[in-house]
């Protein structure tokens, strides 16, 4: 069965950091585009961030470039996702993904998805 989890959320200050992880199980995801996704209450889910399976290309989503980064490995997690300079407009459940139809923007380019990890920035 495959499974990708994501770890590490929590609460967190405005202008901290927080680094998630997704680890993954029932098969290697090298060959994968890796993305993260956050869905904030009453909102739709937005792209965040993908990386290719190389690692080589990357894709942010304006609101958080600067701020966030993300890197692979090819072990038991695929991805992490380090979230720096972190504001209220940023809560959201996280949600890793991972797709063979290339690295972007859409959702619809990863088939596989973890169940979230909700990530709140409050004083």
């Known amino acids: 069965q495959v499974q990708l989890v994501e770890s590490g959320g929590g609460l967190v200050q405005p202008g901290g950091s927080l680094r998630l992880s997704c680890a993954a199980s029932?098969?290697?995801?090298?060959?994968?585009?890796m993305g993260w996704f956050r869905q904030a209450p009453g909102k739709e889910r937005e792209f965040v961030i993908a990386?290719?399976?190389?690692?080589?290309?990357?894709h942010y989503a304006n609101s958080v470039k600067g701020r966030f980064t993300i890197s692979r490995d090819q072990a038991k997690h695929p991805v992490f996702l380090q979230m720096n300079r972190l504001t209220p407009g940023d809560t959201a459940v996280y949600y890793c993904?991972?797709?063979?139809?290339?690295?972007?923007?859409?959702?619809?380019?990863?088939?596989?998805w973890g169940q979230g990890t909700q990530v709140t920035v409050s004083s």
């Open positions: 990386i290719s399976p190389s690692g080589g290309s990357t």
């Open positions: 029932g098969r290697t995801f090298s060959s994968y585009a």
């Open positions: 993904a991972a797709g063979l139809r290339g690295v972007g923007l859409s959702s619809s380019l990863y088939n596989y």
